[in-house]
């Protein structure tokens, strides 16, 4: 399994950034797949997650701002995050919860909010 976030960088407050993550290694299709992120001093937060059948579900902070979506033949996620606010700040990381008894993790995308 392989998970290759890219897509961080620096924006202003306001702005826009869409996060991409390329899956390989597993039935992509089949499994749910997530993002967190770590933001310094705080645990890691569940930010997006969507199944199989395309439902969704968001952390409150980013609920009507943020969306995830997937694109199977591809093989991709996506978190698009929009009206991104400082407290935004962080390492982005793409996250599938579980297959063959494990979870899998990307090696994160540093996402900056400027104020």
């Known amino acids: 399994v392989q998970l290759q976030a890219s897509g961080g960088g620096l924006v202003q407050a306001g702005g826009s950034l869409r996060l991409s993550c390329k899956a390989t290694?597993?039935?992509?299709?089949?499994?749910?797949m997530r993002w967190y992120r770590q933001t310094p001093g705080k645990l890691r937060e569940l930010v997006a997650s969507?199944?199989?059948?395309?439902?969704?579900d968001y952390g409150d902070s980013v609920k009507d701002r943020f969306a995830i979506s997937r694109d199977n033949g591809r093989r991709m996620v996506y978190l698009q995050m929009n009206s991104l606010k400082p407290e935004d700040t962080g390492v982005y990381f793409c996250?599938?919860?579980?297959?063959?008894?494990?979870?899998?993790w990307g090696q994160g995308t540093l996402v900056t909010v400027s104020s």
């Open positions: 969507i199944d199989s059948s395309g439902t969704t």
């Open positions: 290694g597993f039935n992509f299709s089949l499994n749910t």
């Open positions: 996250n599938l919860p579980s297959f063959r008894d494990r979870s899998y």
